[in-house]
Structures are given as structure tokens and as C-alpha cells.
């Protein structure tokens, strides 16, 4: 939003000798972010007047001209001029070198055909008089030579702070320059004019008549009307409005129209209440109804776009049709227009909430709507209709009120101040900084404050305009205080609060703990993944969709909370195995899932996932998963699938499964966790070539009472020990739990350690698994013997068990 200091000066009496530059600062630590300051005006004192001399054609150029003139009887200069219009006697504008022009042209020295030019005669245009022009422009004959515009014309320069929008959303009083004016003289400590006192109330109400007022007003309680004043004026003339009004509309980015519009206009960004002018003798019948459309209606706007409206949208409507959107833009049927002589003046406030939905669903945005979404205040609603009147009348002399403003809505006379009580002792305490109790009471009366001493307490009543979504506590007040002082004038100070170190969770230890044999030990690499996921994944996965689903998701890719890790463990999969022949990644997730009862709980899920482009890397993940409970003092064993007790992290019959590479975890007697191998045909949906096996462990249970990190020590053996390889030939189905069980059950003399070396498979029948049988005693070197008797022990005790030695 562009703010005018001229406009500014209207109300606030600022001190001369502050440059722009740092009155944009102190705004900005004190009220609202200035995002720039721009000085603007500053050319029309460089362009002058002058009168043209000499005309000689351009040896070079048909259709330009060598134009000479002078600013005086002793200076003149000459110009490549390519103006059809130009001749000998005529006065004209003239901007000489280095002048930069409103259109953002800055004149440099130039050569023109081969011939320097030493400035430039303007055009209407090229001023920002007018959207075009055939010419340059020609001046009154008895315009003195030499006198810039500035004087010539009465041109004000001016300062435009450009204001973050963003940083006004909690103060709607901000939104015109007389609530402006009272900040700047606020932060400057300089006198604040009260133009609209009761003596000015007085003589404009001395303009209604007895008269009956043509239209009344009826407002219906469905609609978003917080209230509604509607005024008839007659006997108005549209034409264009005088250059002072014309000049602000500009300078803050609004196009001037004629005089009746640009009212609305300016008493809009002066006063920061937008309003509305109707054309009378437009509006059929002698009623105006504020309702709701009622259907879905279409609906052409001042900007003459049809939009369509649904049946909760409010409308200002006359007996046939709907003549405004509430709280937006005004009608192409009811617009003032060169014609008009009778008016409507129209000032009302709208529900903030239903005046967003309507501006955003249509995708329309007005400088009235940004307003109204900002909570206005209907206390002033009044005064912005006889500032609206006052300005008819001063361009308009001849206009007349016709009865007296009409009103419907919610009873002003009701309103209650909001009253608030603050201590000094408290606004010294929580802003670090000794303020007096005079300072204090200053500050909130120039901010307009109603404020009342009792004792070291302040009794403070609070503006209606800053009650509406500001100001609600004492805690507000304060921050009033604070700013206005300034906070870069308060002086940080650290809390003097004891810094102690914190004590992570259980959890928390259990999680770091884990991380770090992941890492060194596994050798993974930790990843996140989003915790939300969408139904064009879930199918690829063949995996159901979550119960939990979001209302107002940012993508339909992420419309659910994931209830498993594995849909997006396959993702990654796929987008890694494009780069690496083999990986390791885990990730300490959370999954989502419903509860009738609380609607929702969650879960700590450790996941694992290695691949290999070559061989299934499901033995090593077993190992380093066996490991990983050992480390963490976890109670955990493998166990196969069982009918009875289901696995809580995975349905066993989802069609992702490995037929054979599946083991269930059991942590403290429960089905907690799983490692698996992915089906190929899956990796194949997932365009992934390679084996990929998953661990998933949920943690969940040890949320509030982790497994304690005691590390046994066992001293290194001081005798070796023995190594026995052999290789057995089993069935390709034959699980490998089985040679485990059957190697438990043979009782050997020495302690002995059973390891799976590799396996290979020769054909589609048969699989050779190499195992490793190390031999130890702690307290002798083992005989030959002794190491020979077992070798034949786990021999005839495999072959007993149907598990033969592949033979040399």
C-alpha cells in the first residue's frame, strides 16, 4: 500500500528537518514495515517553459525536425524534434538533459541522425498528463518564459512509503492516511489534527432536509451486513475531478475517473472505510434490500466481468436485481456515469470471514476487499458518510441532500468500549526498561487511548477501531508502549535463568543409540521420508489407503497419513537403485492410524532396508538385525509365520511378500517386528532391478521405559579356536531355520558358534549352503581329537536331521 506524506501532513504537524529516508525507518520499528521510499514530483521543477524560435528540416531525416527555442533572451538551445504540431511562437514544455520523466525515461545526450539533441520538447504523455497524444503539448501563450511547472502549475513534491500489506493485517485502522497521520505523530511526539470534531459533525448534519428520503434501506440477518448507511444526494454535476484530488489519486497508484468516483476514492484511502456511489435514477423501486443472492446468479461487475454467484453470497439488490457484491465491487448496472444527476451513497461494513471466501473463490481482489478482510470498524462508518458528503458539496455547490441518512443493521448505540487495566511496575518489568508514569500516559493518549490514573494502575478505554482485532489484553498495551519508545531504543538483556543441561527422553537415547550402530556398524545411510503419501503410491504398492485422510491437503500426492513405512521404503528403493549397485538406509519413522477412542494414535517405527543388484541381501540384514537387539538390550528372536498370532507391522498376505524370505521378530513375546524380502514382481511396479529385503522393529513400547545400554564384557579367548566349513545340499524350499534347530539339538563336548558362510543355488531344485562351525574351549587348546569327534557329531547329526554334505 503506497501512503503520500503530503496527504500525511494533512493531519500530522511532522518536523521539517527529517529526511524521508528515516521517517520510512522509524515507521518501520515502530508501526508497519516500509518496504520503500520514493521521492516523486521532483521533475516538474526541472522542465520549463519555452518558445520555439526556429524550424529547419533534418538533412538526414524526412520526418524530423531541428527545433530551436529559447527559456530566455539570453540562453537557447536546439532539439531533434519529430512532433507534427510544432511551430515558430508556441510555447512548450522543455526537459533538458539528465530530467527523468514520470513515464521512467531519464534524458541522456544523444546524437539523432549524426545530431545531437539537448533535451526533449514534451508531449502530454510523456509528462503523465494523458494515456497519449499526437504531439507535444502547447502552453498558453501568456505563460512566462523560463518558469518551471512546479510554480507554473503549483505542483507539491511528494515522499510514497510503500507498506508491506502483510504487516498491516492486525491494524484495519492503518488502512487510510488519517490513521496513518496518527501513527507518524505518535512515534514524532508532534500534534495530531482532529478535523472531524462535533462543530464539523454539526454543520454537515445541518445539510439534511425533513424531506422523505427516497430510498430506504432493509438488511437481512443472513447476510454478512454489520451495518448500512445509505444518503440521497441530487442536483450532483459528473465532471473531472480538480487537480489536487487528481494529483493524490495518482501519486498512490488509483486512476483518476471523473469527480463522483474519485470521491469514493479518496475518502476511502484517507479514512481507510470503503464506499460505494450508486446512480439513482439506475436503481428501481425506492428500496435497497442487503441479502443473500438467494440462487446461483450471474452477476457483471464494474470491471465488466460476469462472475457467478452462489446462493450464500451477499448482494446490495433493488426490487429486480442485485445492484453490488457486498463488500468487493459494484455493478455495471448501477455505476455513476457522465449522465448522472442524482446519487446513493453508500457506506457499510461486512463480515471480514464470508467477504474473504466470496473475493477468493472468485478470484477477485479490490482495494475494498482487502480492506473489509481486515475487520472494520461501524463505529466510523458515519463519519466517512459526511466526509463523503462534504466533498459532494465542495465540488459539487449546487448538490442537495434529499431526507436524512438511512440506516439498517446491528444497533451502534450498543457498543461497550473495551476496558483494560495495566501496572507501571508490570510494563517496566516486561519491556526491560524504566519508563515514567508521565511518558506512559503520554504515549497512550497520543495513540488515543482513553486513559485514567488510579494509584500505579492505569485505567485504559481502548479505541472501537483498535478493539476489533488488535487490542484485547494488557499484554497489547504494552507492546503499544514498547514500539513506540522504540525497541531498538531498549537495551537486550539475557534472563538471568540457570542453563542446565537437558536429559533426553528414553526414547530419545534409545533412537541415538540405534543410529550409531546403524551407521558404523551396518554402514546405512539415515533418510526421512514424507510422512504423508497419496493413493497413486498406495496402489503401486498394492497397499489399502489410510484411514486418516486430510481436508485441505496441499497435493492429492499427500492426502493421507501413511499407516507403514514400506509404500515409501519402496520409493526410495526405486529412485536409489538407479545409482547404486548396492545400499543400506533406515529411518526412525512415525506411522498414523485410527482409534475409535481417540481418534488417532502413533507409532516409533525403526525400519532397515538393504539392497543388492546381485544376490538377495537378506542374510546380512538378518545378522545385523540380531546384532542391532543384542546391542540395544532389546528381548528379541526370529520366528516364522504363525496362524494364531498375526504380525502388527505387516498383513502376511499382502502380495509384496517374498514366498520364502520372511521371518517374523518377536520383542518381549509379541509379533513387533519383520524382516522380508520384496517380491520381484513388486520391484518390477517399482521399475527396480535388483533384491531388496526390509526390517521393521516398532519401538513403541519402549517409549517411556528403554532397554538400558549395559555393555557386557567378555575377555578375549587366550586359547584359539577351530574352524569346521562344510556345505549342505537342501531342498530350494527348505527353510533355514531348520539347520539351525537340528544343529541346537546336538550335544557337543566344546562350546561351539554356527554361521552361514553363503549359499548358492545351481538350479531351480536345489540350494548349497556353506556353514561355518567355530570350535572353543576357554580353557585349553582343543586336541585333534576333540575337534575331530565333533566334526562327525554335527555330520551324522545333520545327515540324521535329512541334511546331506555335498560331495566333492
Not at 475409535?596 to 546381485?614: G, M, P, R, T, V
Not at 514382481?681 to 527396480?688: A, H, N, V
Request: with cysteine.
Amino acid at each position: 500500500m503506497l501512503i503520500s506524506l503530503d496527504w500525511i501532513k494533512d493531519f500530522s504537524h511532522l518536523p521539517e528537518n527529517i529526511s524521508p529516508k528515516d521517517l520510512g525507518l522509524r515507521l518501520t520499528m515502530g508501526t508497519a514495515e516500509v518496504e520503500g521510499v520514493e521521492e516523486v514530483n521532483g521533475f516538474w521543477r526541472e522542465i520549463k517553459v519555452v518558445e520555439v524560435t526556429k524550424i529547419e528540416p533534418h538533412p538526414e531525416a524526412d520526418k524530423l525536425n531541428l527545433v530551436s527555442f529559447k527559456l530566455s533572451d539570453e540562453e537557447s538551445f536546439r532539439v531533434v524534434c519529430g512532433a507534427s504540431n510544432v511551430r515558430l511562437g508556441m510555447k512548450t514544455p522543455f526537459a533538458p538533459i539528465g530530467t527523468t520523466l514520470p513515464i521512467g525515461f531519464t534524458l541522456e545526450p544523444k546524437k539523432i541522425r549524426g545530431i545531437l539533441s539537448e533535451g526533449m520538447l514534451c508531449s502530454e504523455e510523456e509528462l503523465g498528463l494523458s494515456e497519449s497524444s499526437s504531439g507535444i503539448m502547447e502552453l498558453p501563450d501568456d505563460c512566462p518564459l523560463g518558469v518551471n511547472l512546479e510554480t507554473l502549475w503549483e505542483k507539491k513534491r511528494d515522499v510514497l512509503f510503500d507498506i508491506d500489506n502483510k504487516s498491516l493485517t492486525h491494524r484495519p485502522d492503518l488502512w487510510g492516511h488519517y490513521g496513518m497521520a496518527r501513527e507518524f505523530s505518535a512515534l514524532y511526539e508532534c500534534d495530531f489534527k482532529k478535523p472531524f470534531d462535533k462543530k464539523w459533525h454539526e454543520s454537515l448534519e445541518g445539510l439534511f432536509t425533513d424531506e422523505k428520503a427516497p430510498m430506504s434501506v432493509k438488511v437481512h440477518e443472513s447476510s454478512s451486513c454489520l451495518g448500512y448507511y445509505a444518503l440521497s444526494v441530487d442536483n450532483v454535476e459528473v465532471t473531472e475531478s480538480p487537480e489536487w484530488i487528481k494529483d493524490r489519486l495518482t501519486a498512490v497508484g488509483l486512476r483518476p475517473i471523473n469527480n463522483i468516483v474519485d470521491i469514493s476514492n479518496y475518502v476511502m484511502l484517507e479514512l481507510g472505510i470503503p464506499l460505494h456511489i450508486f446512480d439513482r435514477d439506475l436503481i428501481n423501486g425506492e428500496k435497497i434490500e442487503i441479502s443473500e443472492v438467494g440462487s446461483s446468479t450471474k452477476f457483471i461487475t464494474l470491471d465488466e466481468e460476469e462472475r457467478e454467484l452462489i446462493p450464500s453470497d451477499t448482494v446490495i439488490k433493488d426490487l429486480e436485481k442485485p445492484l453490488v457484491l457486498a463488500g468487493i465491487m459494484g455493478g455495471l448496472n448501477s455505476g455513476v456515469n457522465e449522465k448522472t444527476t442524482k446519487i446513493l451513497i453508500e457506506v457499510a461494513n461486512w463480515e471480514a470471514a464470508r467477504v474473504r471466501q466470496t473475493s477468493t473463490r472468485l478470484g477477485l481482489r479490490t482495494d475494498s476487499s482487502m480492506r473489509y478482510e481486515k475487520t472494520l470498524d461501524s463505529q466510523l462508518l458515519y463519519r466517512t458518510l459526511l466526509r463523503t458528503l462534504e466533498l459532494v458539496k465542495n465540488l459539487c455547490p449546487e448538490a442537495k441532500v434529499i431526507g436524512k441518512p438511512q440506516y439498517d443493521g446491528p444497533n451502534l448505540k450498543d457498543y461497550k468500549p473495551l476496558s483494560l487495566k495495566v501496572s507501571i511496575e508490570n510494563v517496566n518489568r516486561t519491556l526491560g526498561k524504566e519508563i515514567s508514569k508521565k511518558d506512559i500516559i503520554a504515549i497512550l493518549e497520543r495513540l488515543d487511548f482513553g486513559v485514567e490514573t488510579d494509584g500505579e494502575d492505569i485505567k485504559i478505554q481502548v479505541p472501537s477501531y483498535r478493539s476489533t482485532k488488535d487490542i484485547e489484553c494488557s499484554a497489547d498495551i504494552i507492546e503499544e508502549i514498547g514500539r513506540v519508545i522504540g525497541y531498538d531504543n531498549i537495551s537486550p538483556e539475557g534472563p538471568l535463568l540457570e542453563v542446565s543441561p537437558v536429559r533426553p527422553s528414553p526414547l530419545h537415547q534409545l533412537k541415538r543409540r540405534a543410529q550409531d550402530f546403524l551407521c558404523q556398524h551396518a554402514k546405512a545411510f539415515e533418510l526421512t521420508t514424507y510422512p504423508m503419501v497419496g493413493p497413486q503410491l498406495l496402489k503401486k504398492a498394492s497397499w489399502k489407503e489410510s484411514s486418516l485422510k486430510l481436508l485441505n491437503s496441499l497435493s492429492v500426492d499427500q492426502n493421507q497419513m501413511r499407516d507403514s513405512l514400506v509404500p515409501s521404503f519402496l520409493e526410495a528403493a526405486s529412485k536409489n537403485s538407479k545409482n547404486f549397485e548396492n545400499y543400506r538406509f533406515f529411518e526412525w519413522g512415525r506411522t498414523y492410524h485410527h482409534d475409535d477412542a481417540q481418534y488417532s494414535f502413533e507409532k516409533n517405527i525403526l525400519a532397515i532396508a538393504y539392497f543388492d543388484k546381485e544376490e538377495s541381501p537378506i542374510l546380512p540384514l538378518l545378522n545385523d538385525v540380531q546384532s542391532l537387539g543384542a546391542f540395544l538390550n532389546i528381548p528379541m528372536d526370529f520366528t516364522d509365520s504363525h496362524p494364531k498370532f498375526k504380525n502388527e507391522l505387516i498383513d502376511e498376505q499382502w502380495i509384496g511378500l517374498h514366498p520364502f524370505e520372511f521371518k517374523n521378530i518377536r520383542v518381549m513375546g509379541k509379533m513387533k517386528g519383520v524382516v522380508f524380502s520384496v517380491h520381484p514382481l513388486m520391484l518390477k511396479s517399482f521399475k527396480t532391478k535388483g533384491n531388496l529385503s526390509i526390517a521393521m522393529i516398532d519401538m513403541s513400547p519402549f517409549e517411556k521405559n528403554a532397554p538400558k545400554g549395559k555393555v557386557g564384557y567378555k575377555p578375549l579367548a587366550k586359547f584359539p579356536s577351530s574352524r569346521f566349513d562344510y556345505t549342505l545340499v537342501v531342498d530350494k524350499n527348505q527353510n533355514i531355520e531348520n539347520i539351525f534347530s537340528s544343529l541346537k539339538k546336538i550335544k557337543l563336548p566344546v562350546s561351539c558358534d554356527h554361521k552361514i558362510v553363503t549359499t548358492y543355488s545351481p538350479d531351480k531344485e536345489q540350494r548349497f549352503i556353506t556353514m561355518a562351525a567355530i570350535l572353543s574351549d576357554p580353557e585349553k587348546t582343543l586336541p585333534g581329537e576333540i575337534i575331530k569327534e565333533c566334526e562327525e557329531l554335527i555330520i551324522n547329526g545333520l545327515e540324521k536331521s535329512g541334511f546331506c554334505l555335498k560331495q566333492a
